[in-house]
């Protein structure tokens, strides 16, 4: 018995996690939010639909698909995953402009005696559900800027740093709202803060080149205004020398899981007596109206060779699916 599991890429969070270890000869493809189950009744092309309970049975075939062929991307790095990982580090040291301008207001040396003389605006910040309890303890009692994280060096910055806490541009969540004439270190920072909760809000590491590049332009230039007004001016180089950084994203154990993959489709789909029957049909648009579909039958019946076109039926491209054969294998998908 083994487990063959097909992901393709998907844009929407999906609730459902593979199980720790599933029985029988099992294959899924995608990810799902309906279940439906496919009995076996006399032949491997005759199925029924049924409600499938929240448990994995045994000697099962599972298809998931949560979208069609217009999906971007491939699961082990595109150039469109290149860019949403390089603005993420960027986003990064954008946080330690941030946390060097804090410094520079606020000395490490003098960081605790500022904390106690703004403990009521701190309090009233965790009162108000702004700071968070672990936020609110890196406070307490040994404060140490470099184990703030973006949030809460933003948060300190508008409330302890004299950078007029009630101008309402720390209200704006739209970056395209924020002009130049606006106090030009709020605005940043602002910009910044916008920037990084959008980018943690996305539901899959995509970027197309016009988004990279608008946020990219907008990132670097608040990092380089921001560096200059605390005395940092090496900031460009350093955004220079990450645009070109060589990223390497895909393991050794993703490059084995796509070889595999790969070969698996070119023996799967490779049968010129395959018969796509109407249960075949109704099968895809099960996958279509419910996302999810469970192919159950004996082994050496057929079920894996059903699920590899279904995987491929809506133009998915292998390259955008992944082949597991056992449970813990998700572990290598990144």
Known sequence: MFTQIFKPTCKTACPWKPPTSLKGSVTMASCCQSRVRHTRRERSSDWEAKVLPNRVPEASLLCFRMSGAGTPGSVDG??????????????????????????????????????????????????????????????????????????????????????????????????????????????????????????????????????????????????????????????????????????????????????????????SCNDAFYVETARFQDAIRLLKERHFIVLTGHPGEGKTAMAARLALADGTKPENCLKLERSRDWRKVD
């Open 78 to 267: 595109t150039q469109n995953e290149q860019y949403y990982l390089r603005l993420h580090l960027l986003l990064m040291k954008a946080g330690d402009v941030l946390r060097t301008m804090f410094d520079s207001i606020i000395t490490p040396a003098n960081l605790l005696l500022e904390l106690r003389n703004h403990k009521r605006v701190i309090d009233k910040l965790k009162k108000d559900g702004i700071l968070s309890n672990d936020q609110y303890i890196l406070l307490n009692p040994n404060p140490a800027s470099k184990r703030f994280d973006v949030s809460l060096l933003i948060v300190l910055l508008r409330n302890i740093c004299n950078l007029q806490p009630n101008n309402p541009i720390w209200k704006e969540k739209d970056n395209n709202k924020i002009t130049d004439t606006m106090p030009p270190v709020i605005a940043n920072i602002v910009r910044i803060r916008n920037l990084r909760n959008k980018m943690q809000h996305k539901h899959v590491a995509y970027l197309d080149q016009k988004e990279f590049e608008d946020n990219w332009r907008l990132l670097g230039h608040a990092m380089v205004v921001l560096g200059k007004s605390c005395g940092l001016n090496n900031v460009n180089s350093e955004i220079e020398d990450l645009v070109t950084k060589t990223l390497n994203l895909v393991t050794p154990e993703m490059k084995n899981l796509r070889e595999n993959t790969i070969w698996f489709f070119g023996e």
